[in-house]
RNA sequence: UGGGGUGUGGCCAAGUUGGUAAGGCACAGGACUUUGACUCCUGCAUGCGCUGGUUCGAGUCCAGUCGCCCCAGCCA
């Protein structure tokens, strides 16, 4: 399936074996750049999937972690262990190669001295508001700073102030010397370090001036002589700055950046700023909620990292800005999961079903196979008696043309056990139903007629006497539209306030309450769930849905 | 009105020196079916943003034109 032949290669992979094929590189080095300041979402994924996967195509390559932990303002250790531990479900092994921006705080220190000792940085003492106007717009070049021309002596001790904890924040900060003039606004002296009175979680007290992004990320990729270094569309503007400071700079090494698009999903968000907002304002129940895009919430929700990997493997890389649909993630897993979980009988809504001519005291025990896909999994034995449930949506008083499942008269199958055939409709006071009377044919055992009849309809059931309650999580798209916020505004009021559903009274063949936490199976003729790893506990599973099996006959309904 | 990108079917996406539009998802038919699932067949761009041009021949070359995305943090 995922076959990265010869001509199929990306652009980036085409790239790379261009470099290799010249001798330009022996190998490759990649990486991936985190800023620990909210969890990774599968976006980030396809980042890491492109910069781990290069590196496992190549012989002798190497892929690094490099957290890029340059604001202290912002970036907190949980989100350090969060994404480690993300790295790590989705099969990362990044071995000895774990770095910290900050680890080259005092090479970065370094550098800048260089750069004013070269004339190509300066001290600027305009507040931020006059750096702005000082800056122009996309239109208007900008202008020279006034401190912009002082000497070189004087940069290098107000530089030692600002480092020394002298300098009041805000009072001044390191500009790179490039053209106010550019046509390219990351040209126009973009300031390289600020004064942040604030405690690093790794340098602790020791600085009280940080780097900025586009100084640290460059000479960061050279001090670890990454080859390729690969980032989204929106640092195209950024890679002539990038090149700018390796240029001037006695680095080890000079990588080449190369932008892709990011990836977006329809029917979410996918912008730490977004998520971290539906979180703070309780809109879902946390970073892991099942609904979420990121990649804890994937892994509650009962994805696979080899579901996401595949999906991820497929999509393509370019550079067109695109939206890919969320259902191509769900082909992934449904895929997966066909193969690979036991199938169970649950039954959601239940509906009771009383079969009038089975004896009260009879009992039978039916063998089902627990995953028809797969041989080796074994079979489970089933009980079935006089009282039973079947979902109630299996049930219809007066359906619909080419409903094939239960009504009066009709006769269906009840999986591996029964014919039955409905005869009487008992409700309550106030219509609605309460309970199904039918008949089964007492010949039908295992669920065919002796008389080769075909029946259509199959439906799964749960013995009233034997199953067991259980609770399942049903979830549906976080958000009502494609591209939340687009037409109104605000992608909060595009929330689908009905994805999350607790179905308390399911009932379950009794052999699940088993089931270990982390473990997925196929509620038959529902779709595969995933039980919950926090909220389960010893003897009392909790489901969460993953997703569920395509569905032909609602499709059919709708026309 | 500045700069940087980008436009191939509903959604992704191949298309290497111009030679007559891969593949996946979705969708529509059909087969099979004790999951209306899975699986298996079949169909699905006379056209590659648009207009001209070069050429025997253009998605691929040239010119022009339109659309969309990104950039004015002491964020990354």
């Not at 390559?61 to 262990?81: G, Q, W």
């Not at 790295?87 to 900050?102: H, I, R």
């Not at 976080?478 to 591209?483: A, I, K, M, T």
């Not at 699940?512 to 909220?535: C, M, N, T, V, W």
Request: proline residues 5%; negative net charge; aromatic residues 10%.
């Amino acid at each position: 399936m995922t076959e990265n032949n010869e001509r199929n290669l990306d652009f980036i992979r085409e790239i790379i074996k261009n470099d290799l094929e010249s001798g330009k590189h022996k190998t490759t080095v990649t990486r991936f750049p985190p800023e620990p300041n909210g969890f990774l979402h599968i976006g980030h994924a396809k980042a890491i999937c492109l910069n781990y996967g290069i590196s496992k195509e190549n012989e002798g390559a190497r892929f690094h972690l490099r957290f890029d932990d340059t604001n202290p303002e912002k970036e907190e250790v949980k989100y350090i262990e969060a994404i480690k531990k993300d790295l790590e479900w989705l099969g990362v092994d990044w071995g000895e190669n774990l770095f910290y921006a900050s680890d080259y705080f005092d090479k970065l220190y370094e550098y800048a001295i260089i750069l004013i000792k070269d004339g190509k940085a300066y001290v600027d003492e305009l507040n931020a508001e006059e750096i702005r106007e000082y800056r122009g717009t996309l239109t208007k070049p900008g202008k020279n700073s006034p401190y912009r021309d002082r000497n070189i002596e004087e940069n290098l001790e107000l530089f030692e102030k600002m480092r020394s904890g002298e300098v009041e924040e805000g009072k001044m900060v390191l500009r790179a010397k490039i053209d106010m003039a550019s046509p390219n606004i990351n040209m126009r002296d973009p300031v390289i370090y600020r004064i942040k009175n604030i405690h690093h979680p790794r340098t602790g007290d020791k600085w009280c001036i940080y780097p900025m992004y586009d100084y640290t990320h460059c000479i960061s990729d050279a001090l670890e002589n990454i080859t390729h270094s690969l980032c989204t569309l929106e640092f195209e503007d950024h890679r002539p700055l990038y090149d700018w400071f390796l240029d001037q700079l006695p680095v080890p090494s000079h990588p080449r950046q190369i932008e892709f698009a990011r990836l977006n999903l329809n029917y979410t968000v996918m912008s730490k700023r977004h998520l971290l907002k539906l979180v703070e304002e309780n809109h879902v129940d946390g970073w892991d909620d099942p609904r979420m895009p990121t990649i804890s919430g994937l892994r509650r929700r009962g994805y696979t990292s080899a579901s996401i990997w595949e999906f991820l493997s497929q999509i393509g890389l370019a550079k067109v800005v695109s939206t890919v649909d969320i259902g191509l993630l769900e082909y992934f897993i449904r895929q997966e999961l066909n193969k690979t979980s036991d199938r169970v009988l649950v039954v959601l809504d239940p509906l009771k079903v009383v079969i009038t001519n089975y004896p009260d005291d009879k009992e039978d025990e039916f063998e089902l196979p627990n995953n028809p896909e797969d041989e080796n999994a074994g079979t489970r034995k089933v009980k079935f008696t006089k009282e039973l449930y079947i979902e109630r949506g299996d049930f219809m008083e007066d359906p619909p043309k080419k409903f094939f499942r239960l009504f009066p008269g009709k006769e269906v199958r009840l999986k591996s056990a029964y014919l039955v055939r409905c005869n009487d409709v008992i409700k309550d006071d106030n219509g609605n139903i309460t309970e199904i009377h039918c008949t089964y044919d007492p010949d039908s055992k295992g669920g065919s007629a002796p008389d080769g009849r075909k029946v259509k309809g199959t439906l799964h059931w749960v013995s009233a006497k034997y199953g067991k309650k259980i609770e399942v999580r049903m979830f549906d798209r976080l958000f009502n539209v494609e591209n939340p916020g687009k037409e109104t505004g605000d992608y909060i009021d595009d929330l689908n306030r009905d994805s999350k559903k607790v179905l308390k009274n399911s009932i379950a063949e009794p052999g699940i309450l088993e089931a270990e936490k982390g473990k997925r199976f196929q509620f038959f003729r529902h779709g595969y769930f995933f039980s919950d790893p926090i909220d389960s506990t010893e003897g009392s599973p909790v489901f969460n849905q993953i997703v569920s099996l395509k569905d032909t006959w609602e499709k059919v309904k709708k026309k």
